[in-house]
């Protein structure tokens, strides 16, 4: 369920269509609602906002809009909707590439509105779950990386085995009150800066 409070960004050319959503919206108790009238600098538009969700209407996606939503999911990371007239299969892809989190084709009816924007923050919070957990598991990796990297290192210049080498990282890491990674990147950078 969505929160009451969210601000939300309805980005609409066209006053009619645009009146729909924000029908919709007010029903289901959403009071903080900006309505944009044109995607003209909507990335700049959008920090100055700073809306939580972002409602997006057009007739048919153009590629330049396409891009600005690349931008502003790459960038601000919010829920997307999109709502469009009528669809193709590349539009689709390109826009879930751009980060929308819910592309509805002929779908703008103010009865829909609460379903679709509880939708499309469950499916954004699902999606930014997943990025943190890639992005939390790719941190690890490259910390392993040059923890690996740095006791070579030590193993090579001090000629210790691998366990020594492990055990003087990490003693320096607590006695630093460091992380281990942190110790293991300056012995790197270190032996980068010597060679």
Known sequence: MADKTLT????????????????GLREAGHVSVVRLDTTHELLRRIFEIDPDVILIDLESPSRDVLEQMFQVSRTVKRPVAMFVDQSDTASIEASVDAGVSAYIVD?????RVKSILDMTVSRFNAFDHLRQELQRARDELADRKTIERAKGILMKQKGLDEAEAYRLMRNAAMNGKMKLSDVARSIVTAAELLT
């Open 107 to 111: 779908g703008l009816k103010k009865e």
């Open 8 to 23: 939300i960004l309805v980005i609409d050319e066209n006053p009619a269509r645009a009146a729909v959503l924000e029908d």
